[in-house]
């Protein structure tokens, strides 16, 4: 199946998935970013705020963000899905990015939609002689109606840090997070290291 690139006049073009059930997304070449993921009601679930743009170059977001990105013409192979509407995007490292962070390396995003369901699988190769640390940066703002009816399940026993306490360290001890309050954490996995 083709895909759907087009430019909404904002000058960043975008790869429109779509299912025949009528949900859709939409992802950026430039930042290789999901900014629009809709159901077969065609209603957004994602939430973007009008009030600030969509990019920035906060050093705790990366520079990844900040790239235009390519379609994948040569995806490394993942198992397939039946019914699958997906998108393959690289970013391979330049002679700019060497000179922030000096390790060379291909960065691939898939982007599926299969039944209503968004899912992203980051893939990072290390093309460089030296190991080197990485981690994803995987946020979301979704609409919801009602928030004393949202539920997170499977974090229990991981460290996170609280961000209105000044990014203290904290376990989660629950089986499910409520919210009655405002919540800014930051989920902590372990790091993972990629040898040369």
């Not at 690139?5 to 299912?19: A, H, S, Y």
């Not at 390790?103 to 699988?121: D, H, M, P, Y």
């Not at 919801?144 to 203290?168: A, H, P, Q």
Request: net charge negative.
């Amino acid at each position: 199946m083709p895909l759907n690139i087009v430019n909404k006049g904002d000058g960043f073009p975008r790869i429109i998935l779509t299912e025949p059930t009528g949900s859709s997304a939409e992802v950026l070449l430039y930042g290789g970013q999901v900014v629009s993921w809709k159901n077969e009601r065609r209603e957004e679930l994602l939430f973007m705020s009008s009030k600030f743009g969509n990019f920035g170059s906060l050093e705790q977001h990366g520079f990844a963000k900040n790239r235009l990105w390519s379609v994948d013409s040569d995806p490394s192979p993942l198992a397939a899905t039946n019914n699958q509407t997906s998108v393959d995007l690289i970013l391979k490292s330049t002679e700019e990015d060497l000179k922030t962070w000096p390790r060379s390396f291909e960065l691939r995003l898939r982007v599926s939609l299969n039944a209503g369901k968004l899912t992203l699988i980051p893939r990072v190769r290390n093309t460089d002689s030296k190991t080197f640390s990485f981690s994803f940066a995987l946020i979301n703002y979704l609409y919801v109606s009602d928030i004393s009816e949202v539920r997170v399940e499977g974090l229990e026993t991981l460290d996170y840090l609280d961000n209105l306490m000044r990014r203290e360290r904290f376990t989660e001890q629950a089986d499910a997070i409520t919210f009655d309050e405002e919540v800014n954490r930051v989920v902590c996995h372990s790091i993972m290291s990629i040898p040369a």
